[in-house]
């Protein structure tokens, strides 16, 4: 079996650029979506009786209250329960030891860490965005944005569509790759996949509407937490990308990120989005719709180019070196902790 952190993280890394995330393999986020789903309706179900049942309670606590507490308890029933089920797992492999056991556990360790990554992913589907309104196939472009987007995608046109690309590159540099990197380094394999489950929590019911204002509050605001350190990571990463790629300002990234990285809603996903918005030399944000609905979102970057597919595809480099340097750096200090 495989115990050096180093060693699986590298067989994983190439193994998530070899093949990404297909949709034929199960996935550990696919369990961890079906268990909040699951999670979600029974304890829904039970506040719903427990409010007709426990009127004086009703009476002492606002409705937003309760609610809060139960979300709490399904993201703490989540988060723990991955981390536990994941450690378990590892454990499992490592006391069950033969040479051929030790072979599949260690394939299975390295499939699992590969999981938590999301490099090509992000690369191949923002790619077919970009190819599709180099073809001037608006219609495509729209529908292959609407899949790694959260905005209404039905009406963008191409420089809207070229934005929103750049936007998610950015953010999900932070989100599928060095967060992931960040907390494996941190606590191993079941750290990485308890922060994939705080991030599938938000994306899932962390969302400010009127079902979720409450109950989602608990996942998004870990999320916020859980995402904090490695949104900042990641936007220097962008800016020491930018150094390394022709015809993008490093130095310009880095002033955006700290002049505009707090315009954004989030306390996360503007830090390396400016990063992005000032490297290309861009403006990124502004209005977007979600659900129907119009949200002015604060404008990030400096113009000084125009959008273009050209620019687009400099944002993938930055994006595939910002993951190789967060790879390389993760496993250097890897290598040094385990020679201590």
């Given at each position: 079996?495989?115990?050096?952190?180093?060693?699986?993280?590298?067989?994983?890394?190439?193994?998530?650029?070899?093949?990404?995330?297909?949709?034929?393999?199960?996935?550990?986020?696919?369990?961890?979506?079906?268990?909040?789903?699951?999670?979600?309706?029974?304890?829904?179900?039970?506040?719903?009786?427990?409010?007709?049942?426990?009127?004086?309670?009703r009476k002492q606590f606002r409705r937003g209250t309760v609610e809060r507490i139960t979300g709490t308890l399904l993201v703490i029933i989540i988060v723990v329960g991955t981390w536990g089920i994941t450690f378990f797992i590892i454990n499992y492999i490592a006391w069950n030891s033969t040479f051929f056991t030790d072979i599949l556990g260690s394939l299975f360790i390295v499939w699992l860490i590969s999981t938590t990554l999301a490099t090509r992913e992000l690369i191949v589907s923002v790619q077919s965005v970009i190819q599709a309104v180099k073809q001037n196939n608006i219609s495509t472009a729209r529908k292959s944005l609407s899949m790694i987007v959260g905005r209404?995608?039905?009406?963008?046109?191409?420089?809207?569509?070229?934005?929103?690309?750049?936007?998610?590159?950015?953010?999900?540099?932070?989100?599928?790759?060095?967060?992931?990197?960040?907390?494996?380094?941190?606590?191993?394999?079941?750290?990485?996949?308890?922060?994939?489950?705080?991030?599938?929590?938000?994306?899932?019911?962390?969302?400010?509407?009127?079902?979720?204002?409450?109950?989602?509050?608990?996942?998004?605001?870990?999320?916020?937490?859980?995402?904090?350190?490695?949104?900042?990571?990641?936007?220097?990463?962008?800016?020491?990308?930018?150094?390394?790629?022709?015809?993008?300002?490093?130095?310009?990234?880095?002033?955006?990120?700290?002049?505009?990285?707090?315009?954004?809603?989030?306390?996360?996903?503007?830090?390396?989005?400016?990063?992005?918005?000032?490297?290309?030399?861009?403006?990124?944000?502004?209005?977007?719709?979600?659900?129907?609905?119009?949200?002015?979102?604060?404008?990030?970057?400096?113009?000084?180019?125009?959008?273009?597919?050209?620019?687009?595809?400099?944002?993938?480099?930055?994006?595939?070196?910002?993951?190789?340097?967060?790879?390389?750096?993760?496993?250097?200090?890897?290598?040094?902790?385990?020679?201590?």
């Amino acid at each position: 079996m495989i115990t050096n952190a180093a060693g699986a993280l590298a067989l994983a890394y190439l193994l998530d650029l070899a093949i990404g995330d297909p949709r034929f393999i199960p996935h550990p986020v696919r369990f961890i979506g079906a268990s909040i789903n699951a999670l979600e309706k029974r304890l829904i179900f039970f506040l719903k009786i427990f409010f007709r049942e426990k009127e004086l309670f009703r009476k002492q606590f606002r409705r937003g209250t309760v609610e809060r507490i139960t979300g709490t308890l399904l993201v703490i029933i989540i988060v723990v329960g991955t981390w536990g089920i994941t450690f378990f797992i590892i454990n499992y492999i490592a006391w069950n030891s033969t040479f051929f056991t030790d072979i599949l556990g260690s394939l299975f360790i390295v499939w699992l860490i590969s999981t938590t990554l999301a490099t090509r992913e992000l690369i191949v589907s923002v790619q077919s965005v970009i190819q599709a309104v180099k073809q001037n196939n608006i219609s495509t472009a729209r529908k292959s944005l609407s899949m790694i987007v959260g905005r209404d995608t039905g009406e963008l046109e191409n420089r809207s569509i070229l934005a929103a690309s750049v936007e998610t590159l950015a953010e999900n540099a932070s989100d599928g790759i060095i967060a992931p990197l960040f907390y494996y380094m941190l606590g191993g394999l079941p750290l990485a996949m308890a922060y994939k489950a705080v991030n599938t929590l938000d994306s899932m019911i962390g969302y400010k509407n009127e079902k979720y204002l409450n109950f989602g509050w608990p996942a998004a605001k870990l999320d916020d937490i859980a995402n904090y350190i490695p949104a900042r990571i990641t936007g220097l990463l962008i800016a020491i990308s930018a150094v390394l790629v022709k015809g993008v300002a490093a130095r310009q990234a880095l002033t955006v990120m700290l002049k505009d990285g707090n315009k954004h809603t989030s306390p996360n996903s503007g830090i390396p989005e400016a990063a992005m918005a000032g490297a290309l030399g861009v403006k990124l944000g502004g209005p977007a719709t979600y659900s129907g609905l119009k949200i002015e979102k604060p404008s990030i970057g400096i113009p000084c180019n125009r959008l273009t597919t050209s620019k687009a595809e400099t944002a993938l480099i930055l994006t595939i070196i910002t993951s190789i340097l967060g790879f390389s750096i993760v496993t250097i200090l890897l290598l040094i902790r385990e020679s201590l």
